[in-house]
T-cell receptor, first 112, second 115 residues
């Protein structure tokens, strides 16, 4: 079955790097995603990685995928107060109309 | 502007009083879905629809109904709300098939309280 787990909370100082971790259980996952939810808003897609990739970089964001350990991470370089939000990882799997399963979310607090 | 619009944003109701939360998207997406968000549980899928007149249960469908009569609209219906349905609800839509990398577009959410 599918299950996506994240730690619930992370606190970092402004300017430091943040690393948010996620583990998933379905080895047939095709895409893995990171979404950001700001207070009072819906989720916004931050980035995604295809399951045959190990790493993807997009400006301050770096996604690392370890398929052997079913571990996904999101690194935010030079973390800013505007990065304070809840971050969800999600996986999609299955053929055709693929189901997307979300993790529990990690609340990132950036301390000025 | 491409968006998913949910209404209302906030709703307080009493147990047993039927309600509908509306959802509309303007991106011609085939796939639409309803999620509920609860602390410590993340997002759980209630129902989804792969296209007009095609709907199916997600992980937590009990107590909910949906319909998909038009491509753009996907209302969530609570026939007899109960306090355990107090939650934050999100509607989302996306393309299907090989363009899954685009991910979901989410609405702004509906905070429902059932007393």
């Amino acid at each position: 079955g599918e299950d996506v787990e994240q730690s619930l909370f992370l606190s970092v100082r402004e300017g430091d790097s943040s690393v948010i971790n996620c583990t998933y259980t379905d080895s047939s996952s095709t895409y893995l995603y990171w979404y950001k939810q700001e207070p009072g808003a819906g989720l916004q897609l931050l980035t995604y990685i295809f399951s045959n990739m190990d790493m993807k970089q997009d400006q301050r964001l770096t996604v690392l995928l370890n398929k052997k350990d079913k571990h996904l991470s999101l690194r935010i370089a030079d973390t800013q107060t505007g990065d304070s939000a809840i971050y969800f990882c999600a996986e999609s799997f299955g053929g055709g109309y693929q189901k997307v399963t979300f993790g529990t979310g990690t609340k990132l607090q950036v301390i000025p | 502007e491409a968006q998913v619009t949910q209404n209302p944003r906030y709703l307080i109701t009493v147990t047993g009083k039927k309600l509908t939360v509306t959802c509309s998207q303007n991106m011609n997406h085939e796939y639409m879905s309803w999620y509920r968000q609860d602390p410590g549980l993340g997002l759980r899928q209630i129902y989804y629809s792969m296209n007009v007149e095609v709907t199916d249960k997600g992980d937590v469908p009990e107590g909910y109904k949906v319909s998909r009569k038009e491509k753009r609209n996907f209302p969530l219906i609570l026939e007899s709300p109960s306090p355990n349905q107090t939650s934050l609800y999100f509607c989302a839509s996306r393309l299907t098939g090989t363009v899954l990398n685009y991910g979901y577009t989410f609405g702004s959410g509906t905070r429902l309280t059932v007393v």
